[in-house]
């Protein structure tokens, strides 16, 4: 009896993935596919790609609090806060395009200071916050400021080389997007257009991290799979 239960198991939990494939959205014609994210959640749950395929990220917050996205693999916890993805999905990725608002980090070249902060230097603090990367978000975590996001450059377009871990902090290591609805209207996006290489076949995350990982905890997060 407990053969037969067990193989129910297995067989219901490959049910279940067979179908969380086969119900996962895809990029339309053009390669477009909308990315949304949510107080706490991503939207699709789960994403499918394939390897060759040219893709066009299109990224929206229409939550009430700043998000980041962040895809990757082997979520890394460390004292007990969640801190982000061991493996980074964009590392090696050479021809990432960025275009829009957001606030991206962990291309190569950029630099933590003197970046062009995409449209916001002249802003009043009352409309960026006095430090926008230390304020708490309201409402929701009362653990302290988020760590690690200070000085965050703003959006850039143009084409990058092989990305690098080394432009962040360890606990952020890889491609980020920062979308901060204070000054970022939920209807402009930030779009990440990438051809995804033959090595990143197999399963990866998205997730947010923001608040010391509270964010993803609270299952901000969304499955990415790429096939062959």
């Known amino acids: 009896m407990r053969f037969l239960s067990l193989a129910a198991v297995v067989a219901a939990s490959l049910l279940l993935a067979a179908c969380s494939t086969l119900l996962a959205a895809e990029p339309g014609p053009e390669g477009e596919i909308q990315i949304v994210l949510e107080d706490y959640d991503i939207d699709p749950d789960v994403i499918r790609l394939k390897a060759g395929q040219r893709v066009r990220m299109v990224i929206v917050n229409r939550g009430t609090h700043l998000h980041e996205l962040m895809i990757g693999r082997e979520v890394e916890v460390h004292e007990g806060i969640t801190e982000g993805f061991a493996e980074d999905f964009f590392a090696g990725i050479q021809d990432i395009q960025v275009e829009g608002p957001g606030m991206v980090m962990g291309l190569p070249g950029m630099e933590m200071e003197g970046m062009d902060m995409g449209g916001m230097e002249g802003m009043e603090p009352s409309a960026m916050g006095e430090d926008m990367a230390m304020e708490e978000d309201p409402g929701h975590d009362e653990g302290g400021p988020d760590p690690g996001h200070d000085e965050a450059p703003g959006?850039?377009?143009?084409?990058?080389?092989?990305?690098?871990?080394?432009?962040?902090?360890?606990?952020?290591?890889?491609?980020?997007?920062?979308?901060?609805?204070?000054?970022?209207?939920?209807?402009?996006?930030?779009?990440?257009?990438?051809?995804?290489?033959?090595?990143?076949?197999?399963?990866?995350?998205?997730?947010?991290?923001?608040e010391r990982g509270q964010h993803y905890d609270d299952g901000m997060r969304a499955v990415l799979i790429v096939e062959p």
């Open 155 to 210: 959006a850039m377009v143009g084409e990058f080389g092989p990305l690098t871990l080394a432009n962040l902090a360890d606990e952020h290591a890889g491609l980020m997007v920062m979308i901060d609805p204070r000054m970022v209207p939920p209807d402009q996006a930030t779009v990440l257009t990438f051809t995804v290489p033959e090595d990143k076949v197999g399963r990866w995350e998205l997730g947010c991290f923001q």
